[in-house]
């Protein structure tokens, strides 16, 4: 298999459990900012430090530590907040299990989970307040049985109480303010309780039961321990320049553990979060809080890129930009780097100060990687799962391989299990650390078949390791097509390639079964009607038989650039948004459950569809 093991590039302090890093993190920086935050868009900014942060932590873990839910498990639901990270890490520094739930569940989904996972506190953002009173009603009525005892509200303040719905319960006690618990815990401390600085972690146990994204039915419960978190911590650490006093701005779920790793990551190093107002304030938000650092998905800086060159275009600098773009390259290379002054004014409308962006969850098109490396940034890819804490791998600008998601990270071991030999055999990615999930919960048989008897870690993804010792990702196993003459294409790899097609916003590809039982690879586009008329040099918005004349001719120039297995045989562009995850992931089996059951319904079939608009089919 010829495993790859990663080593450093920085050298960084290890934390022994979450309440190790909190306390000396915060005991460190004390006086800087930890958070900057706005309660709603038109309110002011909000300005926490890490040692009200850390004060809130000890308090609210101290509370817990003397209430019956000590040690028990409690869950974290809500829009990202700064009392989510208060509520979160508090659960986990006192030594409870933290069940952090996504925000976008449904109220039936939610109850499921609960259910799962037994938890008895639910900490809460004043958004869900009033599937919070739906819920404690069933439990009143007895129409639900669960434990679940006490309903946490992270900010109350933010209910109007001009509907029922958005009114306080004074007279349920099962609800509670997060601030009350919190200064009765600091009330504790100040009697003299010790208990926060003397109950013992068990740092190999399973503290988080972190659900994957799915039908609440079949989503796997990952089982992580406060070890698995703080080695991904202190390999990302010895991977990454952060450093003391930079913002870094945070715009995905909280739920998810990418962005909270990253986050644990970025506070250890002293930095300050300054968490989105929402999608339509990037921008805003962006030029205001001037950050330095983001974590994030590619569709949040495809979408950035679009908006800088529809800009660009806007002031007629186009031919100006296109031509300094390759002399700063120039320059660079015989060790003169002028790009942050030349690109200034773009760099400016992201803040001014960015320096580095790292993207996970997704492969990102070169030509975003090579736009934004030539205005001045630091693009690296990064690679991992939820099972693996999440970071296995990340490029950086010591190894920064185009087209990979880097060499892992030190203490990280990865290998291809594949049936040829040599530096590009393909294979299933492997993986082995201290960051690898202890298992599913109350799931052995999904356990055994994820991690091997030798502890490697099967990802499901199919990928190769270069002679660099990076990883290259092909595609999954489970999305894998399998053609009738035995052939295999990664939809992903197809994907890649129509994507680079102008108005083509994203791609999804599938194999599908035809008239005479063959497999046909089949794609769905999401089209950019105005570019595509920019492209085309109209004035106005194409109509359908010029969108289709269009995308026929570049699916074509598309097809000629892979292998004759591989070519898209039928495919149908379409205006609305894939299914996808909150951490926008196309959710592929019900995407394309979506296509097929349109069809069906009716009665069409993708070869007549071919070229069409897949949101005005009707029935034959």
Not at 488 to 502: D, G, L, N, Q, S
């Amino acid at each position: 298999m010829n495993p790859v093991k990663g080593t450093a590039t920085y050298t960084a302090d290890k934390f022994t459990d979450i309440r190790d890093l909190v306390v000396k993190t915060c005991a460190k920086f004390p006086e800087l900012d930890a958070f900057i935050f706005r309660r709603s868009p038109k309110l002011s900014e909000v300005h926490r430090t890490f040692y009200e942060y850390g004060n809130d932590i000890t308090g609210l873990a101290t509370y817990i530590l003397n209430s019956e839910y000590a040690g028990g498990r409690l869950a974290v639901v809500g829009e990202n907040a700064y009392e989510w990270f208060v509520s979160y890490n508090a659960i986990l520094s006192s030594g409870a299990v933290g069940v952090p739930l996504d925000r976008a569940l449904p109220e039936e989904e939610l109850i499921q989970l609960l259910v799962r996972s037994k938890s008895r506190v639910i900490f809460y953002q004043h958004r869900h307040h009033k599937m919070m009173l739906s819920i404690a009603e069933k439990i009143k009525t007895g129409e639900l049985d669960i434990p679940l005892e006490k309903f946490v509200i992270f900010y109350k303040d933010g209910l109007t109480g001009k509907k029922p719905e958005d009114t306080w319960p004074e007279d349920d006690d099962r609800f509670c303010d997060i601030y009350d618990w919190i200064r009765e815990g600091n009330e504790l401390r100040e009697k003299g309780d010790t208990k926060f600085e003397n109950t013992e972690i068990d740092v190999k146990a399973a503290k988080i039961i972190l659900f994957t994204s799915g039908t609440t039915s079949m989503s796997k419960g990952v089982l992580l321990s406060h070890d698995n978190i703080c080695s991904n911590v202190y390999a990302i650490s010895q991977t990454l320049d952060v450093r003391r006093g930079d913002r870094a701005f945070s715009i995905l779920p909280l739920h998810h553990t990418f962005e909270n790793t990253c986050d644990f990551f970025i506070l250890s190093c002293g930095a300050c979060i300054c968490m989105c107002d929402g999608l339509r304030y990037i921008v805003k938000n962006m030029e205001e809080w001037k950050p330095n650092v983001c974590i994030s998905v590619p569709l949040l800086f495809e979408n950035i890129y679009e908006k800088i060159e529809d800009g660009i275009k806007a002031s007629g600098k186009e031919k100006a930009i296109a031509i300094a773009r390759p002399v700063t390259r120039f320059l660079r290379r015989i060790g003169i780097d002028v790009r942050r002054n030349v690109f200034r004014d773009i760099l400016d409308k992201l803040g001014g100060n960015f320096r580095m962006i790292v993207i996970g969850g997704a492969g990102i098109d070169k030509k975003y990687i090579d736009a934004f490396t030539d205005f001045g940034l630091q693009f690296f890819m990064g690679y991992g799962l939820t099972e693996t804490s999440p970071v296995i791998s990340v490029t950086n600008e010591v190894c920064n391989v185009h087209g990979s998601v880097g060499r892992p990270l030190p203490g990280i071991t990865a290998a291809i299990d594949a049936e040829g030999k040599g530096p590009k055999a393909v294979g299933e990615i492997l993986t082995k650390s201290d960051c690898v999930m202890l298992g599913y919960f109350e799931n052995e048989e999904a356990t055994a078949e994820a991690i091997d008897s030798d502890g490697w870690f099967h990802t499901g993804d199919m990928g190769y390791i270069d002679k660099t010792g990076s990883i290259h990702i092909t595609g999954r196993v489970k999305s894998m097509i399998v053609l009738t003459n035995g052939k295999k294409a990664f939809p992903e790899e197809i994907e890649a390639v129509i994507t680079e097609i102008k108005g083509v916003s994203e791609a999804f590809v599938w194999g599908n079964k035809n008239d005479r039982e063959a497999i046909d690879i089949c794609a769905k586009l999401l089209i950019d009607r105005k570019a595509i008329g920019a492209e085309l040099g109209l004035k106005t918005e194409p109509d359908d038989s010029q969108v289709e004349t269009y995308l026929n001719d570049k699916m074509h120039e598309a097809n000629r650039k892979m292998p004759q297995y591989k070519i898209v045989r039928n495919y149908v562009f379409s205006e609305e948004d894939m299914i996808k995850t909150t951490t926008l992931k196309i959710k592929r089996p019900k995407e394309q459950e979506h296509i097929e059951g349109r069809l069906s319904e009716c009665g069409r079939t993708m070869y007549e569809m071919n070229g069409k608009n897949f949101d005005k089919m009707i029935k034959a």
